[in-house]
């Protein structure tokens, strides 16, 4: 049986309160209402996942650190 495989993806700055995601490209800035986009796949089963680029260096070890907890 054939299969009908669909997705959306997108990166840009999303705003909670309007559930709009603007994407910046070189021909403009283009915005998604997520709030559309979601009601395409009201009812299917989903795989969802969300994700953002972020500086993690706070997690990073300090060797000093990390020996004073080791004594």
Do not use: C, H, P
């Amino acid at each position: 049986m054939a299969k009908n495989n669909s997705s959306f993806a997108v990166t840009g700055n999303f705003e909670m309160d309007t559930m709009k995601i603007a994407e910046e490209k070189k021909d403009g800035i283009k915005t998604f209402d997520l709030r559309k986009v979601l009601r395409k796949y009201d009812g299917y089963k989903v795989k969802f996942s969300i994700s953002i680029d972020s500086d993690d260096s706070e997690f990073l070890v300090d060797e000093q650190e990390d020996e004073d907890e080791q004594e």
